[in-house]
C-alpha cells in the first residue's frame, strides 16, 4: 500500500516549456487536490476533483490544467511554464468514509524549477 | 468564506520548554473539521489531529494536546517538554462540510527547538 505517489520528485524546466505532474493513490478515495506551497504561504489549493471524470477550480488555478481519467490518478499540467510556477507541489487525496472521513492524504513533493 | 490565521510565523524556544502553536478560523458553516498538519525539514506533510465542530473536548496524544474552543474560534496546539525533533513547521486547516472536502490552510509557524 504505497498510498500517494507523485511523480517526478524533481524537475527544472526553462520558461515556456510544458510538463505534466502524475500524483497516483491506491487507496480507492473518491477526492484528489493539487497544491502548491511557496515560502510564507502556507499550500494553495490549484485543483481539485471530487470523482472520476471532475475537476475543479481552487484558490490559484490560473497556469495550470488537470485531468482526472482513472480514479486513482490526478494529472496537473502546465503548457507554458513561468517562472512564477517555480514552487513545490504537494497531491492529496481523501475520502468521506470510515475513520479517515475527510482527512486528506499527501503525497511527498514535487520541487519545481522554471527558469 | 473560510479563513485560517497562524499569527506566529516563527517561534523559537530551548528544549523541554512547552508551547503553544495559535490557530484561529473563520467560517459560516456549523459543520467543519479543523485539523493540525506537521511538516519536518524532510518535507513531507504529517498529520497530526482531525477535530470536528461537534467535539469541543480537549484531545491528549503523548506530549501534544489541541484546545478547540468554539466560543473564540481557536484551535491551539501545544507540546509539552519540546524536544528537538519537533523542529518543524506546523499547519493548522479548515474543512467545510459542505465544500468538497476541500481544506484551507493557514500559513504555518516554524518552530524551533533549540538544544
Known amino acids: 500500500n504505497a498510498g500517494v505517489t507523485q511523480t517526478p520528485k524533481f524537475r527544472v524546466l526553462k520558461t515556456g516549456q510544458s510538463m505534466t505532474l502524475l500524483c497516483a493513490q491506491d487507496?480507492?478515495?473518491?477526492?484528489m487536490y493539487w497544491y502548491r506551497q511557496d515560502p510564507g504561504m502556507g499550500l494553495r489549493l490549484i485543483h481539485y476533483?471530487?470523482?472520476?471524470?471532475?475537476?475543479a477550480k481552487g484558490e490559484v488555478p490560473d497556469g495550470y490544467n488537470v485531468s482526472r481519467l482513472k480514479k486513482q490518478n490526478f494529472l496537473l499540467g502546465l503548457e507554458s511554464a513561468a517562472p512564477s510556477q517555480t514552487s513545490v507541489y504537494f497531491c492529496?487525496?481523501?475520502?468521506?468514509?470510515?475513520?479517515?472521513?475527510?482527512?486528506?492524504?499527501f503525497g511527498p513533493g514535487t520541487r519545481l524549477t522554471v527558469l | 468564506a473560510q479563513k485560517v490565521t497562524q499569527a506566529q510565523t516563527e517561534i523559537s524556544v530551548v528544549e523541554k520548554e512547552d508551547v503553544t502553536l495559535d490557530c484561529v478560523y473563520e467560517?459560516?458553516?456549523?459543520?467543519?473539521?479543523l485539523f493540525w498538519y506537521k511538516q519536518p525539514p524532510s518535507g513531507e506533510l504529517v498529520f497530526l489531529i482531525r477535530?470536528?465542530?461537534?467535539?469541543?473536548q480537549n484531545e491528549i496524544s503523548g506530549r501534544y494536546s489541541w484546545n478547540f474552543q468554539k466560543s473564540t474560534s481557536s484551535f491551539n496546539f501545544t507540546i509539552t517538554a519540546s524536544q528537538v525533533v519537533d523542529s518543524a513547521v506546523y499547519f493548522c486547516?479548515?474543512?467545510?462540510?459542505?465544500?468538497?472536502?476541500?481544506?484551507?490552510f493557514g500559513k504555518g509557524t516554524r518552530l524551533h527547538i533549540l538544544p
Open positions: 492529496a487525496s481523501s475520502d468521506r468514509s470510515g475513520i479517515s472521513y475527510n482527512e486528506q492524504f
Open positions: 487507496m480507492n478515495h473518491e477526492y
Open positions: 476533483s471530487v470523482g472520476e471524470g471532475t475537476t
Open positions: 467560517t459560516r458553516d456549523t459543520t467543519y473539521y
Open positions: 477535530r470536528n465542530s461537534f467535539d469541543e
Open positions: 486547516a479548515l474543512s467545510e462540510d459542505g465544500g468538497d472536502d476541500k481544506i484551507i
